[in-house]
């Protein structure tokens, strides 16, 4: 007989029944049809102001899908069109770059893309808060006419092109609307790109979904129905969401191998995308004595197990290599015959220490960004190894990049382990070798380095490349930098949702987001 | 009487927040690093970095600061991100719902579940009473964010009956809602069970062996009356405390479960802001986990006075 007590029971279990049952509908949420990709990244965006967003992928991803560039980048990483179809440097000294505007580009809004409009996004860019706004600080705009912009440097400068490529985010054009009230930009999108967010399927914190741009001037360009990034930060979340259904895609590393490498539709993508190195600071000997003479400097090189020291560190996801570079383009300096100048040889480095007067060792300190657990890893793997040198290492965690900033300019540290992202040698060299940048805090002297530095930055594009071995040879007989691991950056992906995605002509560009296709294609 | 207790906790209540608010302010002061820097990154030169901080006023000396927050906070304007310019307050009452849900959900189901399980072993004892300690002790010990990944991967992955990750709003329907919220429920929820549980199980046992419940069931109560209606009313008082005190550490567990299932609530929030230094808005939220874990206490202390009326008149 049913009791009043029993009753009460099958309501309970009853309401659960029902909870699940009315859940479990739609189950999973996003990665679902084959015409919607759903992506997962582990932070709001730091903004939707393409001037303020971080740079390179995945993060430019939120700018990326509703914001086209001026030029982008081709399947071998040299410039290619985008909202310009023409291009070109006006003089020999590289201080003015003309751009043409192609015949039908419009914004999400319908209004057509002018040269005005560039002009006022470049100033944007100039005045902005992000990270790519060092690099606009001696380049200004001019509208020549309605589709023709030339830029002009007050110094040589060979990449400004490339500054205008989607991962350098300052060519993604912005209409006279979102720029008439920049507060805008923050929470929509005002872009001429394939996409546009679709506000109100977007909250903030948990998804952005963009949807089609019916005013985008290449259609087929357009793969998907909609596009959603969802905000997951925890990895091991998005493995499971990855392997659930919930995501098509997620950038991984080795710690969640485990999870997804016997999973059958789980493919993976890698490709080296930043150089984790030690950057000796205190190359006048101010705080180190020793870390003055050449010799010494060479012989921490040769000191380090490198392929040891990266397997510890980052698994099978990279690999060890003794050139301050990152395999890409040209542009990039990266020399593989290079790559064993410095092999693992601690009795060629006990030589070095002797010769230089240093063989009993001597004292240093390396600040490190601590928020980061892998180059946690890697430089306490170092200091073991350099102690086996005599050399006596303290480490200086730093909480985040800021305070890492901060600790290199106290000037109370020798050395700095320092992630750098791949990109042309132009684009960073500027930290080592400018009176403010933040590796030069020991305003180091080097005429060899600054030679070698002036020719790069007068070489053209078809000297670039021979000048940017050449820098890259400068830093490795100077011993400037330690470098350390190549680092891959490992995209995992749903193979029944979606074809592989590809690096761009071995550079650590991923091919751009609204390249990716759908398995069925 | 009753108001007067109310005025009493509100005006602690106030000393409180404004204790908590200076202290947040000056402990953010003290990390290292700042948004500017944060915005900037490495590349930038001294000159930009410099006319950043001076642009959003981190120039100030730190009090400078504090007391201008606190004028704005006192006519409702708790300041805007320093990242995507809007109103801390818009942000939080966007977020707050779910990390609401999530914590008065785990707390309910702390109560009842830990209510259950504590009078269950007191009314059985023996065995059952062993075993429920035991189930407690390793409830109290298991971290909640080890254990919501390995709900996740249990009942999401392995056996997929709940989602990895996500929040659905109740504007989308109360079954979906809770659907996405059974996991994170349970992972918050355990710790509180097995505290319940145990307060519970004392306090009822050191009710039942009284004498005047003897006398109740002497003259004819039924066993069921005893326990619920009388027993538990005693023990009441331990557990409403209790209830207090996990208030503030359900509001704190929601850091660890809301990133762990992806939620976008106020745990979420705080901590990508104090990674990305947005000082206003790390103020917002810690401001609002005071409120909430302030206003449960008062209820508590409510209650408290309810149960047991000599509260009331003391």
Known sequence: MITKKNLTWIAAAGAMAGTLALGGCGAGGGGGTDNELTLAFSADPISLDPASSANGNPSSWFVQLAYQSLLSVDENGELAAGLADKWEYLDDGFTQFKITLRDGAKFADGTAVTADDVVATIEHFRTGKGPVVASWADITAEAVSDTEVVFTSTEPNALIGTLLTPKYMAGSVISEEGLADPNLLLSETHGAGPYVLDTADTIEGDHYSYVPNENYYDQDQIKWEKVTIKVIPNSTSQAQALKTGQIDVMVGDKSVLPELQDVDNIGESANPVYSNAIWLLDRNGELSPALADVRVRQALNFGLDRDAITAAAYGDYGYGDAVPATPGDSSYGYDESLSDHYDYNPDRAHELLEEAGYGDGFDMSITYKGHQPASKVMVEAVAAQWEELGINVELVPATDTGDWVNVINTKEVTAAQHDNSGKPMLMWLPMLMSDSGVMNVFDVDDPKLDKAYQTLIDAGADEGGAAAKAMTKALMDEAVIVPVSQVEEVYFFDEDALQAPEFLGGTPLLSYIYDWEPASE | MMWNLILRRVAMSILLLLLVSAVTFALQAFIPGDAARAMLGPEATDEQYQALRAEMNLDQPVVQRYL????????????????????????????????????????????????????????????????????????????????????????????????????????????????????????????????????????????????????????????????????????????????????????????????????????????????????????GVVLTFAIVVVLINLIVDLLYSVINPRVRVS
């Open chain 2, 68 to 283: 201008s927050y606190l004028a704005g906070a006192v006519q409702g304007d708790f300041g805007t991100s320093l990242y995507t310019g809007r109103e801390v307050l818009a942000l939080i009452l966007q977020r707050l719902p779910v990390s609401l849900s999530l914590m008065l959900g785990s707390l309910v189901i702390a109560v009842a579940a830990g209510v259950l399980f504590g009078v269950w072993s007191a009314a059985r004892g023996g065995a059952v009473s062993k075993f429920v300690d035991a189930l407690s002790l390793v409830g109290f010990s298991l971290p909640n964010f080890w254990l919501a990944l390995v709900l996740a991967a249990t009942f999401a992955v392995a056996i997929p009956i709940f989602p990895a990750t996500g929040y659905s709003p109740l504007s989308d329907g109360v079954g979906y809602w809770a659907y996405f919220l059974v996991l994170p429920w349970f992972a918050l929820s355990i710790h509180g069970i097995s505290v319940i549980a145990k307060v519970t199980r004392d306090a009822m046992m050191s009710v039942l062996n009284m004498d005047y419940i003897r006398t109740l069931r002497a003259a004819g109560i039924g066993r069921g009356s005893v326990i619920w209606k009388h027993g538990l009313r005693n023990a009441g008082i331990g557990i409403s405390t209790q209830v207090g005190l996990m208030a503030a550490s359900a509001m704190a567990g929601t850091v660890f479960v809301e990133s762990v299932f992806a939620m976008p609530g106020l745990g979420l929030m705080a901590v990508d802001s104090i990674h990305t230094h947005d000082a206003m808005v790390t103020q």
